[in-house]
């Protein structure tokens, strides 16, 4: 009896290992998926303080702007690690001032198009080829634009299409959807990254990853567009071009886990630049010294970590040169942010979460100068400025109404300084967001 106590010890790990390989043997990957999302984001502010305004200044009277999006998102596994996603979307509404006036502008689902009328578009097209290897794997839960199935932790992927850069570059686990955590711009991504995209935040183009259980590297070559925050893409590739590097690194502290991401990009197209229309027009118009061979850099640092299984916090700080125009994201060159997300566990509401966050935007002397001539960009100008850093405090508190399907959001933002300008505000912004997904 007792030697078959003893063996049956031996042999249990191995029950246990042959267990769990069949268990997922027996998992069959999805071949295809379809889902929905639709967000709604109504924002309003009081009037505010300001002497005088510009073109692109935030209106100090009172406004109520409300955003829509509506999304639908398609897979299929065609052959062994190849799998295409197709996600046309739908948009609709402005922010406020027509999304003007702010650098870190309050609502990240907001789009600077000229009609509020709804569009219907191509989001996302594209296919993705992983190579794989070894024995150890992940399971992939079913999800916006993931095929339930098994994913290798060591892997070659290739994608080519239409995407979005903040789809595979710059993640945070507490800090990065607009559509369920902050709104604010600043914090969706390294918010000193002009990151590559059309007036509706998607790019055409290639990302490949390198993926090792406990890193990860990233690249990608996309187009870019034949003016800022334009639509049209710039056909010169040799000329007009962008290139993303991200390294990341997972690790653990006290079994809690935690990241850092080291990012760093180039673009490179028919820029126009501060110092040179400064020196031809007063007040300076960027667009009249356009020419290729220009290019604008700069790098991010983006890290999280758990506390507890409830609370996580975050830090992200980028800068760029700031010698070119802003070409595709926002103005806005040298960025910190931090803050911290808490599980509603302790209230008796898990699925309930609170987020406090704070972000300091800057600009380079270049582009300092260009707005007190009266220069204007297309997010931000007030034809002067009295510069000082643009501060940002964001708090949202997110309720789960209805069976995780139903998210509701009420949100509340303090902006000092807007567009970097001392002589406006401070602004508050009130918002509620509605988010459906299934």
């Not at 639709?38 to 955003?67: H, R, W």
């Not at 065609?78 to 979307?89: D, H, T």
């Amino acid at each position: 009896m007792l030697l078959n106590i003893r063996k049956l010890l031996l042999l249990s790990p191995l029950l246990i290992c042959y267990h769990s390989l069949f268990a997922q043997d027996t998992i069959k990957p999805q071949r295809f998926n379809f889902h929905f999302q639709q967000t709604i984001i109504t924002q309003t502010k009081p009037s505010f303080y300001a002497p005088y305004s510009g073109d692109n200044s935030l209106s100090p009277k009172s406004e109520t702007a409300t955003s829509l999006t509506t999304t639908m998102f398609a897979g299929a596994r065609l052959w062994k690690g190849a799998q295409v996603y197709f996600n046309p979307e739908m948009s609709g509404g402005a922010g406020l001032s027509k999304t003007l006036g702010v650098a870190g502008f309050p609502n990240g689902e907001t789009f600077r198009v000229g009609s509020a009328e709804p569009k219907i578009y191509i989001a996302r097209l594209y296919l993705a080829q992983a190579f794989t290897w070894g024995n150890e794997r992940d399971t992939v839960a079913d999800g916006l634009n993931n095929l339930a199935g098994f994913k290798s932790k060591r892997y070659f992927a290739v994608t080519i299409g239409k995407f979005g850069m903040a789809d595979y570059f710059d993640a945070n686990t507490f800090s990065h959807d607009p559509r369920s955590q902050f709104m604010n711009w600043s914090l969706m991504s390294n918010a000193a990254w002009d990151y590559p995209a059309n007036t509706r935040g998607y790019v055409m183009g290639i990302f490949t990853e390198l993926g090792m259980p406990t890193w990860a590297l990233r690249f990608a070559a996309t187009m870019t567009t034949t003016t800022a925050n334009g639509s049209v893409w710039d056909e010169r590739i040799r000329h007009g071009n962008t290139q993303t590097l991200e390294y990341e690194k997972r690790y653990a502290i006290n079994d809690m886990p935690g990241k850092i991401r080291l990012l760093g990009y180039r673009n490179n197209g028919k820029f126009g630049k501060y110092r040179e229309v400064l020196a031809i027009s007063t007040p300076p118009v960027i667009d009249t010294a356009l020419a290729y061979g220009r290019h604008k850099y700069g790098f991010g640092i983006n890290g999280e970590q758990f506390i507890t299984h409830d609370l996580g916090v975050f830090a992200k700080a980028s800068w760029n040169d700031g010698h070119t125009e802003t070409w595709a994201f926002t103005e806005i060159d040298r960025s910190i942010s931090f803050g911290s997300v808490l599980k509603g566990n302790s209230w008796k509401r898990p699925d309930d979460e609170i987020g406090l966050a704070f972000v300091g935007n800057g600009i380079s002397k270049d582009h300092r100068a260009y707005l007190a001539a009266g220069g204007y960009g297309f997010i931000i100008g007030d034809g002067k400025l009295n510069y000082r850093p643009e501060l940002i405090a964001e708090l949202y508190y997110k309720i789960n109404a209805y069976q995780h399907k139903l998210w509701l959001t009420p949100d509340y933002q303090f902006i000092a300084n807007p567009a970097y300008n001392r002589d406006r505000g401070p602004v508050n912004v009130f918002s509620l967001r509605a988010h459906i997904e299934f």
